[in-house]
């Protein structure tokens, strides 16, 4: 499949409109239309529904859509990794993976440190779930990468270095205006009747281990496709979640937390590569275990003001 194809879907999709689309791409409507029509016939499945406005992709369309984004993306960083060359710049790009909250938590203060301590470096950031992101790192695609070991934990791989950050202590999450709110910590029979909405089956599973032990049971009824639709859940009044503490620096405003009495916890990690590391993934590092410290510190001096 060449990739003009799969960046012309990709703008249908952004737009709405087959013919916005073909104006921004400098195409006709009909080439568009043809370029949308044999995308689905390779695929063997239709990409796009049309209804009053325009269009818009099906399910399928959609999960396609993401993917093709992402790779669009890194063709773009091969693109320009290339021309480096040709220009004669090859400085080699700082390739970064984290978990969703890790990457809207601690992983932006640590590059922000990272680039006060040694200047201009060009850089990229992979948000991702922990096992696929152990793979990247595994196969060369990242330098480095923060992520958990939250079930099913950490594979373990001779040619990857590990380094333990600290443990982070799940909490609540709940609208404003909650009845619980501001009551932390809380015992999870508490919140036993309360339904839950979860966007991942790692932080499910430290949700449903820590009620068992209370000898309560979870009801995880809702699901969101990520970390952002889960909190759109929460703030809407529809449940509530189970997130990373590292988290809460970042929190949307119409959100809070409680903690949990004897909270489910995760180990936080950064992995390398031993063979041919970046130059500036151990000083990222260091960066990020003092991010996360920070984080620590001042969610122990808000929970002791609370």
Known sequence: MELTVWRTFVTVCRLGSLSAAAAELSHTQ??????????????????VERHARGVRPTPAGEAFRRHALATLDEAERAVRTARDFRDGTPDRPLAIGATPSLAAGIVPE???????Q???????????????????????????AVVTDAPPGLPHAPQIDRRFLG?????????????Q?????????????????????????LLRQHA??????????????????????????????L???VLTCALRTDVTTV????????????????????????????????????????????????
Not at 181 to 205: C, F, Y
């Open 259 to 306: 903690g949990l009495v004897d909270p489910p916890t995760r180990g936080i990690f950064t992995i390398t590569p031993r063979r041919d590391p970046h130059p500036s993934a151990a000083p990222l590092r260091d960066q990020l275990s003092a991010a996360f410290t920070s984080v620590r510190r001042t969610r122990a001096r808000t929970a002791d003001t609370g």
């Open 181 to 205: 709110a501001g009551h932390s910590p809380v015992h999870i029979q508490t919140l036993a009747d309360q339904t839950w909405v979860e966007d991942n089956d790692g932080s499910a599973a």
């Open 167 to 179: 443990l982070d202590d799940m909490v609540v999450v709940l609208p404003v205006g909650h009845p």
């Open 110 to 116: 640590a590059v922000r440190g990272l680039l006060e």
């Open 243 to 245: 997130i990373p503490g």
């Open 30 to 47: 009909s080439a568009v239309s043809r370029q949308i029509a044999g995308l689905e016939r390779q695929l063997g499945v239709p990409l």
């Open 212 to 241: 068992a032990r209370s000898g309560v049971t979870a009801r995880i009824d809702l699901a969101a496709a990520d970390l952002l639709g889960k909190l759109a859940l929460v703030a809407t009044g529809h449940a509530i979640a």
């Open 118 to 144: 040694t200047g201009s470096i060009r850089w990229s950031l992979l948000p991702g779930l922990s096992a696929p992101l152990h793979h990247r790192v595994l196969t060369g695609d990242l330098d480095i």
